[in-house]
């Protein structure tokens, strides 16, 4: 055989060995796929549904979301209409800038416009009404009594009036007046003056129309320590931070509440620092935070009872970490707060620290347990919390001072 005959029969039968391996591929991966294949005729009738959906905090959302549309990205479950403990969309109440939102008795929300300088209310129907025809130009802080017929007015230069929606009439007050809270019907005011002489600093009530003013307690060196709150029950004015570290290795320290005779009416033992706090309804009790050392100097929350605890066996640690300042009543035992997503080192001591947005929960303060109850659906802080009177509404500031309502019922 030649060469070239060998040559030939070699290059045949490497082509026949590899159509013989490309058909037992074919055999062994292709034909048993081709013939499972089933082709399926779509169910055309009504019985079918999609399934339900739980309730729950969305999944896929990127943070980017719009008051209008909810947020963009992966795709989510649909914003509702009302706190169901998922995400929620919110109602812009206002367009700018307001200061002061505040839920009047009657259940109406009453502001001031720094726009226009006026004072507003919006009612149940969603109307803006104008509490007054006079307008104040450049105010600074607004304090309003529990029905808003009352407001305190602090300008930029240090001057101070009381006005009178009603009656329609202007009281001014000492310019050295400042931490103003009203008695629970309105009708007396209690605030520290601080005058430049540390012998001419105390804390003072006066009747809403500016007289009968009373010296309550000399403040001497202490004034940047007291805080104003008067409690609903009428029964204490302020909280003295002046009780001094009680030794304790983790910072604890005595609050002493300050009756409205202006002596010490009890003393609250609390663990930390910067105390604040708001009343409950029926001023039978407060939340409060505090700078916690222990933990980064994050906020811890607490509920206490009104009379004081120099044992502070009597108060219960809440289940979220927020300040006080973005919590609200709406009874005596259940409250409303604006949670940050990712609270910073800090925090609790310094509120410009606290750059996430809020999630909403309720808290059964008697428990010390908390809800998701809303996401909102366009990222947001609360600031200045209130709840409507009828406990359907919740309505804040967000970060831009703008007036929101997240419909909790």
């Known amino acids: ?115 226009d300088g006026k004072f507003y209310t919006i009612g149940a129907d969603g109307k803006v009404v104008a509490m007054s025809n006079v307008s104040f130009p450049k105010a600074e802080t607004i304090t309003f009594d529990t029905a808003a017929t009352n407001a305190v007015i602090e300008f930029p230069d240090g001057s101070n009036v009381v006005y009178d929606f009603d009656a329609a009439k202007q009281v001014t007050l000492p310019s050295h007046w400042e931490d103003f809270s009203f008695s629970s019907d309105g009708s007396a005011i209690a605030a520290k003056s601080v005058g430049n002489s540390v012998s001419n600093r105390a804390l003072v009530v006066t009747n809403t129309d500016g007289t009968s003013t009373k010296v309550l307690a000399s403040l001497g060196e202490n004034d940047s320590k007291v805080s104003v709150s008067w409690s609903p029950n009428n029964t204490v004015l302020g909280f003295s ?14 609050i002493y509440l300050i009756g409205v005779d202006g002596e010490a009416a ?12 708001i009343w409950a309804p029926d001023g039978k009790h407060l939340l409060y935070s505090i700078s916690e050392p222990g933990n980064a100097y994050k906020p811890t929350l607490w509920y206490a009872d009104s009379r004081g605890d120099r044992k502070g066996d009597s108060r219960k640690k809440m289940s979220i970490v927020t300040v006080v ?54 990222d947001t802080k609360v600031f200045s919390p209130s709840v409507s009177s009828d406990g359907k509404n919740f309505f804040y500031a967000d970060e831009a001072g703008r007036l929101n309502v997240i419909r909790l019922k």
């Open 325 to 378: 300042e973005k919590c609200t009543f709406a009874s005596a035992t259940l409250a409303y707060c604006g949670v940050p997503r990712v609270m910073p080192a800090g925090g609790g001591s310094d509120l410009s620290l606290i750059t996430e947005p809020d999630d909403v929960y309720s808290i059964d303060v008697t428990t010390g347990n908390a809800r998701l109850v809303a996401i909102p659906a366009s």
């Open 1 to 115: 055989m030649s060469e070239r005959t060998t040559f030939v029969l070699k290059i045949a039968g490497l082509i026949l060995a590899t159509i013989l391996i490309a058909l037992a591929l074919y055999m062994v991966f292709f034909r048993n796929a081709v013939s499972t294949i089933v082709t399926e005729t779509p169910d055309t009738g009504t019985s079918g549904t999609l399934p339900g959906s739980e309730t729950g905090a969305p999944t896929g959302t990127t943070g980017t979301g719009t008051s209008s549309g909810g947020t963009t990205g992966s795709p989510t479950l649909t914003p509702s209409n009302t706190a169901k403990g998922g995400e929620t969309f919110t109602t812009l109440l206002t367009n700018t800038a307001v200061k002061s939102p505040t839920v009047t008795a009657n259940g109406t929300i009453a502001y001031y416009d720094p726009a």
């Open 241 to 254: 931070a002046t009780g001094g570290n009680t030794g304790d290795a983790f910072g604890q320290q005595e």
């Open 266 to 277: 009890g003393a609250l033992i609390v663990d930390g620092s910067h105390f604040r706090n």
